[in-house]
């Protein structure tokens, strides 16, 4: 992974981890967080459809679609229901579980820097 690639990538976990911890905030608190997660995202380098660079960025990308599946999850059920229901459960697992292994994707790409 080259250098700019790996730095963008740790941009990507911060800016990613800063919307998971307002996961659960109103949507004025949490919307800026999740688009500056998504910018960080688009801003790493990809020279071409595979590489570190480019695996990184697929999986950053889905933590962050998951991220705004549960947000949609628990507005949903909060109109519907008055509350969050089994299915932002299942919706919150997945997106601790991808957000939490970010770190981990990054560092088995670091010994591929080049």
Do not use: W
Not at 9 to 20: F, L, P, S
Not at 29 to 49: G, M, T
Not at 63 to 74: D, H, K
């Amino acid at each position: 992974m080259s250098d700019a690639g790996y730095l963008a990538a740790q941009k990507a976990i911060d800016a990613t981890k800063r919307a998971y911890e307002y996961r659960d905030h109103e949507s004025m608190d949490y919307e800026p967080r999740l688009l500056d997660a998504q910018k960080a995202i688009s801003d790493i380098p990809v020279l071409k459809n595979e590489g570190p660079e480019f695996v990184f960025k697929l999986d950053a990308g889905t933590c962050v679609s998951r991220l705004e599946t549960y947000r949609l999850a628990v507005e949903a059920d909060t109109r519907s229901l008055g509350k969050p229901g089994p299915d932002t459960n299942r919706a919150y697992y997945e997106v601790a579980k991808c957000v939490q292994d970010l770190p981990s994707v990054l560092g088995r790409l670091a010994p591929s820097r080049q």
